[in-house]
């Protein structure tokens, strides 16, 4: 570790700090009569590489085919 980074443990409690405040934002938001789209995705075997992990640029088509499903469902 170089002088003046954080260490590995103080990433990963901030890390946890903004997934705690990310889980309050919603949770707010869903206070305040905001509505949440939810729209489940099947991985398939082709969207992953040899390891079972999904390929970083699938993302982008995941999200955007939940967007259209979103303004589908929006009107």
Same mark, same amino acid.
């Given at each position: ?18 997934? !705690? ?5 919603? &949770? ?9 789209? =939810?729209?489940? $995705? %099947?991985?398939?075997?082709e969207d992953t590489d !040899? ?5 970083? &640029? ?9 967007? =259209?499903?979103? $303004? %589908?469902?929006?009107?």
């Open positions: 570790r170089r002088p003046g980074q954080p260490s590995l443990r103080d990433k990963l409690a901030a890390m946890r700090h903004e997934d !705690a405040q990310a889980r309050a934002d919603l &949770a707010d938001s869903a206070d305040s009569g905001n509505e949440h789209f =939810t729209w489940r $995705l %099947r991985v398939y075997y !040899a390891g079972g992990i999904v390929y970083y &640029a699938n993302y982008l088509k995941f999200f955007e085919r939940c967007r =259209t499903e979103w $303004l %589908r469902a929006v009107g």
